[in-house]
């Protein structure tokens, strides 16, 4: 596991595509029982080298109702992005994550992670790459049809703040969707 962890650290395979030196951010340990997959380090994480350390972050947390020490554990919670390193911004925010992280160190991980209960795939990235033809047309869909996708997946709208006006045009995601959320992670971190 360590040596898997050290070789995805200093991997640059994107390097000539990277605004910035290639800076992996991405945690995990043999014992993570949540992994979250997201679409890539923002600008904050890649300065601070910690994953989710935005508002972002914090919003997830809430959704997930778990305190920093819990989502920071790996033994907990694995974070492993579609893209490890920031992209880089675009005009309306941060560019797609790197296409070629997924496909390279993904199965690996996957076969390195033996004791995940629950995946999280936040955004559109993340859902159309794990759920491909099991996925609705749009990730609202995804989202409002997340049953569908249990026990193994969960998809999420990302909580960037700029979807707070989603948020407010699909109040059932409050109601719903967010109960039965922390409902799944209780449940995958005590089996």
């Not at 600008?43 to 972050?57: F, L």
């Not at 996925?135 to 998809?155: A, I």
């Not at 700029?162 to 971190?189: D, T, Y």
Request: glycine letters at 6%.
């Amino acid at each position: 596991m360590d040596s898997l962890l050290n070789r995805i650290t200093n991997c640059t395979i994107c390097q000539a595509s990277l605004p910035y030196p290639p800076k992996p951010i991405l945690s995990f340990s043999d014992t993570s029982r949540i992994l979250i997959i997201g679409q890539a380090p923002g600008r904050k994480a890649h300065d601070s080298g910690i994953p989710w350390n935005d508002a972002s972050g914090e919003e997830l947390r809430r959704w997930l109702a778990v305190a920093p020490a819990e989502f920071y554990d790996p033994s907990l919670f694995g974070i492993v992005p579609m893209g490890f390193c920031f992209p880089g911004t675009g005009k309306s925010g941060d560019l797609p994550p790197r296409p070629e992280c997924a496909p390279t160190w993904h199965p690996q991980l996957f076969t390195a992670l033996t004791d995940i209960k629950l995946i999280l795939l936040i955004g559109s990235y993340a859902q159309s790459y794990y759920l491909k033809e099991r996925s609705y047309r749009t990730l609202t869909e995804n989202v409002s049809h997340y049953r569908d996708f249990l026990p193994d997946y969960f998809p999420l709208v990302h909580p960037s703040p700029r979807n707070r006006i989603w948020q407010k045009k699909n109040p059932w995601f409050e109601e719903e969707v967010i109960p039965e959320l922390r409902k799944q992670v209780r449940k995958a971190l005590v089996s």
